[in-house]
Every structure is written in structure tokens, then in C-alpha cells.
């Protein structure tokens, strides 16, 4: 069964342990990024180490390849679980990436290839010089990743059939822009229900705002659970 996997997009980790209390105990997946991480260096994993959660470290990393090896090997060592690096760094440092994750053995993060920014469209590719299409680069950069031993990608719903059709089963498709259908969509702009990203052959659902920012985040949460289940 996929897994929901809660994105902490917060500030500081000062509330996880207070989150953690509220969610259903069945919940044992947290993505970590960028501003938490910024703020508070490995420090902020330890609310979630210490009740050992799953942890999805989203640092996008994407730099020259002894770097990226050397960051991989170093995120490994805090025993995450899932660690994103960008598709668009290249074969070398897609190859370097999976090399550092293969030497952590048990430890071994997931690696997880960014293949387009969702907040990139049609008019930033020509800026950047892309004529593809944004579903053919992510198709062609998933195929980049997954030949350089990456182990799964960031996909939208909309995408992730036809990657699982094109790369296979054993790709895991994570897959944000997640909502119910009574859910505020933010700044989301390719968004789909739990159901219908489980039926499009994701392994793990990101959800933020809709369960962090409901009055009532365990209610929210076992919504998401139910409709992964069926339809409502
Ligand atoms: O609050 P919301 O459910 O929109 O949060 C989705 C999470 O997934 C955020 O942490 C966001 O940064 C992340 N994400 C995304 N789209 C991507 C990659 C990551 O929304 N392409």
C-alpha cells in the first residue's frame, strides 16, 4: 500500500513533537526541507529520530558530482530514508549520487531525482533554452535518472502513469499536490485527490497544508487515509 508522508514545512522543529502527538499513530513518514534545514542544520531531525519516524529529506541537491557524492554520504549518515537530488545535474552526478548511497548499505537513503520544478512552465524552458516539452523532459530526465541507479522520482499525478508505464514498476513515483476535493489549493497547480494518485501507481503521497493548516490534523489526515483507500 502507498504511504502518506507528511511534508513539516515549518520554520523551526520547536512544534514537531506537539504535531507528531495530534496525527493518527498510523502516519510514520515526514518530509524535512530546505527552510528547516537552513535554520537548524541535522538538529532538526532529531523530534522525528527520536520517536523513530521515516524521514524524506528534500534538499534538491544538485552540484558537481564529488560534491553530491560527498552530501549524499553525509545525509545518509542521519538515517533518512528518501533524500531528493535534481535530475538536471547530469548523469555524473546522478552516477555519483546512487555510488554514495550504494556504499551506505543499511543506511542507504532512497535517492529521489527532481526532474522539472512544478513551478516552472512552458515560458521558463525557453528562457532556460529547453525546447522540450515539460512532460518530455520529465519523462527523458526520469529515464536519466533511473539509468544512473536513481531510485524514484518527484512526479505530479498527472505524470506518474505515464512514467510508471515508460520506466517500469520498480521506479518509486512520489507525488505531491495533493488534494481532497474540499481542500484549499494554495499555490498547487497540478493537483489530484489521494485516490487518484494511488490509482496512478504512486508510492508515496506529500501532503502539507491541507492536514498541517486544518483546524483539525488528525481528522484531515485519516480523510487523506480513507480516500487513498476509495473513492468518497
Ligand atoms: O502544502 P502542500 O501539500 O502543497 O505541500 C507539498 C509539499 O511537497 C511541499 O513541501 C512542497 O515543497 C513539496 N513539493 C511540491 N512539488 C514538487 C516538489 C515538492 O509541492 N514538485
Redesign the pocket.
Known amino acids: 500500500m502507498p504511504e502518506l508522508i507528511v511534508?513539516l514545512?515549518l520554520p523551526s522543529s520547536q512544534n514537531i513533537p506537539a504535531i507528531l502527538d495530534h496525527l493518527p499513530p498510523e502516519l510514520t513518514f515526514f518530509?524535512l526541507?530546505l527552510e528547516l534545514f537552513c535554520a537548524e542544520g541535522p538538529d532538526a531531525l532529531n523530534p522525528l529520530l527520536e520517536r523513530k519516524m521515516n524521514i524524506f529529506l528534500?534538499l534538491k541537491l544538485h552540484d558537481i558530482p564529488h560534491t553530491v557524492e560527498r552530501a549524499v554520504h553525509s545525509a545518509a549518515a542521519h538515517g533518512v530514508k528518501l533524500l531528493t537530488v535534481h535530475a538536471c545535474g547530469g548523469k555524473a552526478m546522478l552516477t555519483a549520487a546512487a555510488k554514495a548511497a550504494a556504499a551506505c548499505g543499511d543506511q542507504a537513503p532512497a535517492l529521489i531525482g527532481?526532474t522539472t520544478?512544478?513551478s516552472l512552465n512552458q515560458d521558463d524552458f525557453s528562457d532556460l533554452g529547453i525546447s522540450r516539452t515539460l512532460s518530455e523532459q520529465a519523462l527523458a530526465l526520469g529515464r536519466l535518472a533511473r539509468d544512473a541507479g536513481i531510485d524514484g522520482l518527484?512526479t505530479?499525478v498527472h505524470e506518474a502513469a505515464a512514467l510508471r508505464a515508460a520506466l517500469g514498476p520498480d521506479i518509486l513515483l512520489v507525488t505531491?499536490?495533493?488534494?481532497l476535493p474540499t481542500d484549499d489549493i494554495?499555490?498547487?497547480k497540478r493537483i489530484a485527490t489521494p485516490f487518484a494518485a494511488v490509482q496512478a501507481g504512486a508510492d508515496y503521497l506529500?501532503?502539507?497544508?491541507?492536514i498541517?493548516n486544518a483546524p483539525d490534523p488528525a481528522a484531515a489526515a485519516r480523510a487523506m487515509l480513507e480516500n487513498m483507500k476509495r473513492k468518497p
Open positions: 511534508a514545512d518530509k526541507g528534500d527532481v520544478l512544478t518527484v505530479s505531491p499536490g495533493i488534494r494554495g499555490d498547487q506529500v501532503v502539507g497544508r491541507p498541517l
